[in-house]
Each structure stands twice: as C-alpha cells, then as structure tokens.
C-alpha cells in the first residue's frame, strides 16, 4: 500500500474533492489553502485515517502543523503506523 496514494484518496473523499486531490504535490498546503478543510473536515479526516489505517489518534497529537502540507499528513500517517 502507498501511504502517500491512500492519504489522497482520504482527502478527496472527505473533503469531496472530486479528484482535485490526485494532483497534489507533497508540497501541497492544506489547511488554509483548501477551503474545504474546516474544523469540522479535520475532525472527519482524522476518523477517516484511523479507520483507514487502524490506528487512534490523541487530541494532544494532532495540531495544524500535520495538516500544514501533504507531505506533513503523510508524514503523520507513517508516524502512527510504525510508532
């Protein structure tokens, strides 16, 4: 499984994207960038991950710095899954 390719697929699907995820670069900011993640998306995605890739997240854990790129919520996802 490519995380990178996952973490997109989870975008596009929460935030419904309609594919505009697939042409992110690892580079890609998105919170603040992306109108469509709000609070209310962040809370979404987040479920979406640990349901996606079966891991729980603590409310200490996350701040706007994992959603600052794509490559940072990349990054995060591999975090959680070998930590």
Sequence with gaps: ??????VVSVLDEVLSLKGRARGFALDTPLLGAIPELDSMAVVALI??????????VDDDEIDGSVFA???TLVAFVEGKLVG
């Excluded at 499984?1 to 996952?6: N, P």
């Design 69 to 71: 790129t794509l490559a």
């Design 1 to 6: 499984m490519d995380i990178r390719d996952e």
């Design 47 to 56: 479920t979406t991950l640990e349901e996606r890739f079966g891991f729980a």
